[in-house]
């Protein structure tokens, strides 16, 4: 048994849950937030078999995706000593996945 935890954008996460069901691969969505930005993000929680990895990471790419998006420099370089905070293009998006080792699950 594995579980993966997945980290993808509040924006993606309707089409990454959707796209789990629809394969029967079961989640529980914790909401957290990113340090870099402090934007929303949706932690999934997926405890699977081994053979079923592969799928959960396939899925959260297919519906999780990269973007584009403007932030102030300033919100980059803390006290940078710039009058002014030129904006910056970053890359958002995406997922974020762990997968480890499960000793035991159970369902009670």
């Known amino acids: 048994m594995k579980l993966v935890y997945a980290i993808v954008n509040n924006d993606d996460n309707y ?3 959707k796209g789990l069901l629809k394969k029967g691969i079961r989640a529980t969505k914790l909401a957290s937030t990113g340090g870099f930005l402090s934007a ?3 932690t999934f929680m997926i405890c699977c078999r081994d053979c079923e990895v592969d799928t959960v990471i396939e899925t959260c790419r297919e ?3 990269r973007r584009k998006q403007y932030v102030p420099s300033s919100a980059i370089l ?3 000593g710039a009058e002014q ?3 910056v293009e970053i890359t958002i998006g995406g997922a974020t ?3 480890t080792d499960i000793e035991r699950f159970e369902q009670v």
Do not use: D, K, L
């Open 78 to 80: 803390e006290n940078t």
């Open 85 to 87: 905070a030129y904006p």
């Open 97 to 99: 996945i762990f997968v």
């Open 40 to 42: 929303g993000n949706t």
């Open 63 to 65: 519906h999780s995706r």
């Open 15 to 17: 089409a990454v849950s």
